[in-house]
C-alpha cells in the first residue's frame, strides 16, 4: 500500500462517523437509483414490447402519403385555366398489383407479411345491430403477423379456412349481443351485399374498443361481402427486428409507392413522452446522488481542515501539492468504491422485492407483476455516476489541501 494511500484510510478510519454518514449516503443513492432505474425502464420496456407485439410493425395502406400531382398541372404548370369540380371515376379501392407488390415484400430479408382487406359491415342478430370493422384475412399468414390467434379463447384461426362462412369477434362483441360459438350472424356491406356467417373464434385482447369492434373472417369471403374481388388493402409486417421498422418501411414506400408506416412513425408522440419521463426519472435520482456527494465533500473539508499541520509537515518533508491531493481524491474514491459496491447489492435486493409485488389493476381479472429491467448498463451507470460524484466531491477538498503553505503553517505554530 502507498503511503498517500495509508495516510487516506487512516484519516476515514479515525473519522467513523462521518465516514459512515457518507458511505450510507452513497449507498442509498446508488440503491435508489437502480431501484427507480429498472422499474421506470422496466415499464418502459413492457409498454413497447405490448405496443410491438398488439400491433404490426409496419402497415402498407391503399394511400399515398402525397396526393398525385394531375397530369395538367404537370404540362402546364403556369396554365391561366383551372378546372373545377370534376368527378373522378369510381374504382374499386385496394392495393393495385397487391401480387407483385407482395413477392417483392416477402424478398426482403427478417420479415414475415400478410395481405389482409378491411372493410366495414354491420352485423344483425336477434334484431340488434352494430358496424364493425371486418379484416379478411389467410389464416396461416395472419398467426405469423398477429396475437390474435394467442388471445383467442374459443375457437381458432383455422377454424376459417375449414369454414369459409365462418368469423371471429371480440369477447365484447359476443357478449354484447349474447353470441356464442356457432351463433348464426348477418353480415352486410354498404355495397348491400349480405351474407350469412358463423362464429367459429372468439378472442379477449383487454382493450374494450377492439374487442367490440374488430372481426376477421376468410379474404376470399371478405372480398365477396365487400365486393372487392382479388383486392386488398393492407399489407401488414412483422419483423425481426422492430426498431428497423422505419428504414423497412421507407424502403418498401420508395419501392411500391403506397403508404408505409411504422410503429415508431404511428406512436411518435408516445415515444417523446417515454424520453421526457426517463429525463425527468434520471434528472430525480441522481439527485439524490448529488446529494450523498455533499456528505463526502463535507467529510473531506473538515479532514482538511482539521489535518492543516499535518499537511505541513508532510510538505516540508518532501510531499508535493500532488502528492497531498492523491491522499484526499483516494478518500473519495475510496468511499466512492464501496459506496457503490454496497449501493449495488442493495439496490439488487429492492429490485428482486420490487419485482415480487402483485398489483391487480382496476377491471383486470388476474394479478400482474411489476416490471423490472435487469440490463447489465443500468448497473454501470449508478455506479459511474457515483464514482463521478464521489471524486467531484473530494477534489476541491483535496484542491485546496494541495495549495497549503507549509511555511506560514509552521511558523504559525511556533
Known amino acids: 500500500m502507498s503511503i498517500q494511500l495509508a495516510i487516506a484510510v487512516t484519516h476515514l478510519v479515525n473519522r467513523k ?12 443513492g446508488v440503491a435508489f437509483f437502480l431501484a427507480v432505474s429498472s422499474l421506470m425502464r422496466g415499464s418502459e420496456r413492457d409498454f413497447i414490447k405490448r405496443l410491438i407485439d398488439n400491433s404490426p410493425h409496419i402497415t402498407v395502406s391503399d394511400e399515398y402519403r402525397n396526393p398525385e400531382v394531375q397530369p395538367a398541372v404537370v404540362r402546364w404548370p403556369e396554365g391561366a385555366v383551372e378546372v373545377r369540380r370534376v368527378k373522378p371515376l369510381t374504382e374499386v379501392r385496394g392495393i393495385r398489383g397487391h401480387a407483385q407488390k407482395l413477392a417483392f415484400i416477402e424478398s426482403l430479408p427478417g420479415l414475415r407479411v400478410a395481405p389482409v382487406l378491411l372493410g366495414s359491415v354491420v352485423l344483425t342478430f336477434a334484431g340488434r345491430t352494430q358496424g ?34 365462418g ?14 360459438m356457432g351463433s348464426i350472424v348477418n353480415a352486410a356491406s354498404p355495397e348491400g351485399e349480405v351474407r350469412t356467417l358463423k362464429v367459429v373464434g372468439i378472442f379477449r385482447t383487454g382493450n374494450a374498443s377492439y374487442d367490440e369492434n374488430q372481426t376477421f373472417a376468410l379474404l376470399k369471403r371478405a372480398q365477396g361481402l365487400l365486393d372487392r374481388p382479388n383486392r386488398v388493402n393492407r399489407f401488414i409486417l412483422q419483423l425481426d427486428d422492430p426498431y428497423a421498422a422505419r428504414d423497412v418501411a421507407a424502403v418498401i ?21 417515454l424520453l421526457v419521463r426517463n429525463l425527468i426519472m434520471y434528472s430525480v435520482v441522481s439527485a439524490i446522488l448529488v446529494v450523498a456527494a455533499f456528505g463526502i ?21 518532501g510531499f508535493h501539492a500532488r502528492d497531498v491531493r492523491r491522499i484526499f481524491l483516494a478518500e473519495g474514491v475510496i468511499l466512492g468504491l464501496i459506496g ?20 391487480k389493476p382496476p377491471g383486470a381479472t388476474e394479478f400482474v407483476y411489476l416490471p423490472i429491467y435487469w440490463g447489465y448498463e443500468q ?20 484542491r485546496k489541501a494541495g495549495r497549503v503553505q507549509p511555511v506560514t503553517i509552521l511558523r504559525g505554530m511556533g
Open 17 to 28: 462517523r462521518p465516514t459512515l454518514v457518507s458511505l450510507i449516503g452513497i449507498v442509498l
Open 379 to 398: 448497473y454501470l451507470l449508478a455506479a459511474g455516476f457515483a464514482m463521478a460524484s464521489a471524486i467531484g466531491a473530494a477534489y476541491l477538498p483535496a
Open 340 to 359: 457503490s459496491l454496497l449501493g449495488l447489492l442493495l439496490g439488487i435486493g429492492l429490485m428482486a422485492l420490487l419485482g415480487r409485488v402483485e398489483l
Open 132 to 165: 364493425v370493422t371486418l379484416n379478411g384475412t389467410i389464416p396461416a399468414r395472419m398467426k405469423e403477423v398477429s396475437t390474435i390467434e394467442e388471445k383467442l379463447i374459443e375457437g381458432s384461426l383455422d377454424a376459417l379456412a375449414a369454414n369459409p362462412n
Open 253 to 273: 414506400e420508395g419501392r411500391i409507392g403506397y403508404k408505409s408506416v411504422s410503429w415508431l412513425e404511428a406512436s411518435e408522440d408516445l415515444m417523446s413522452v
Open 167 to 180: 368469423i371471429v369477434i371480440g369477447a365484447g362483441l359476443a357478449k354484447r349481443f349474447g353470441l356464442s
Open 297 to 317: 465533500y463535507n467529510t473531506i473539508s473538515t479532514i482538511v481542515m482539521e489535518k492543516t499541520h499535518d499537511i505541513a509537515i508532510l510538505k516540508s518533508m
